[in-house]
């Protein structure tokens, strides 16, 4: 088995650390929520899971009452043993 040369792990360091770059934005981008607004008008919020949810603005406004929040916090609650959980 030939030995490397500095060069040739000076070398080998700078591409795994290139990858180690991409691989902890793509983890970033992965724990970190974002919205945009679809093409037809609605509100899309990305990183809650694989797929985008989208809703229209009167639906996040009925969504995100207080009332409403509080009633979806009761429900996780009271159904914890019956939920799966996504680490």
Same mark, same amino acid.
């Given at each position: 088995?030939?030995?490397?040369? *500095? ?22 981008? *992965? ?57």
């Amino acid at each position: 088995m030939a030995t490397a040369t *500095a060069q040739q792990l000076q070398d080998k360091i700078a591409r795994l650390e290139a990858q180690n770059e991409i691989l902890q934005a793509k983890a970033t981008r *992965a724990t970190t929520m974002s919205f945009k607004v679809s093409q037809k008008g609605a509100v899309s919020v990305y990183g809650l899971g694989r797929w985008p949810v989208t809703l229209y603005a009167s639906q996040w406004d009925r969504f995100l009452q207080q009332d409403n929040i509080e009633a979806l916090r009761d429900f996780v609650a009271d159904h914890r043993s019956e939920l799966s959980i996504k680490e």
